[in-house]
């Protein structure tokens, strides 16, 4: 008896614990659940009484809101994450719906996007791909003056990027110039300097007059040509 005794006060305790805590849970949602059927029904007039109010209410839950987040930094919890996007879809449903004057079309653009949303993304590739297929995009290629442009900018930002490979702790130096032929020179493109010699500057805007000329004359034979 003494034993059974004992334990009593903790069994009850822990009853009174659990069946006030379910208590209190269900009547703070009923309450809630009340509060926001009031203000749903209200809404308008709510809205057009005490329009400070409502402006008031968001502007400091707002930046009470901010505050707490900003201090503790954004949630990281995937459960929370998954509660704030369902949140946040559901609204955007609600918004769908009332943004039409038509239920039916309404219902149809949420179930619509409900689908794209749900559909796996193996078939949207594939369908897609097929489409790309049957339908493939018009590619505009590139003009002379547009491929010696791009060359030029992509060249010059490979060189940055090698240039800043070689200065960077990273790059075994020694170890690089051993293998060259030309470590003064690549010291010197290192440095700031071109990589390109004078004379290979030369024979390059040699080699680009001549297939400009080359170009312009085969542009005029076809010209002739249309003309004749």
């Known amino acids: 008896n003494s034993s059974s005794n004992s334990m009593l006060p903790p069994f009850f305790h822990f009853l009174i614990q659990k069946f006030g805590a379910t208590a209190l849970l269900l009547g703070g949602w009923a309450w809630t659940a009340y509060i926001l059927q009031f203000i749903w029904q209200h809404i308008t007039d709510i809205l057009k009484d005490y329009p400070e109010l409502v402006a008031g209410y968001f502007i400091v839950v707002g930046f009470f809101s901010f505050a707490i987040l900003y201090w503790y930094g954004p949630t990281s919890n995937e459960r929370t994450l998954n ?43 594939a369908v897609k791909s097929e489409w790309r297929r049957k339908f493939p995009p018009k590619i505009r290629l590139l003009t002379n003056e547009e491929f010696m442009i791009q060359g030029s900018d992509e060249t010059r930002r490979a060189l940055d990027e090698l240039r800043t490979y070689c200065q960077s702790p990273g790059c075994k130096t020694w170890n690089l110039v051993n293998k060259l032929g030309t470590p003064v020179r690549f010291a010197s493109f290192v440095e700031g300097g071109s990589h390109l010699s004078d004379g290979e500057i030369t024979t390059y805007e040699d080699t680009l007059d001549h297939s400009q000329l080359m170009s312009d004359d085969s542009s005029e034979g076809s010209d002739m040509d249309v003309d004749s």
């Open 83 to 125: 509660l704030v996007k369902w949140t946040i879809q559901m609204c955007g449903m609600l918004l769908m719906y009332n943004g039409s004057q038509l239920p039916r079309v309404s219902v149809a653009m949420i179930l619509v996007v409900l689908a794209y949303h749900n559909f796996p993304i193996l078939w949207i590739t």
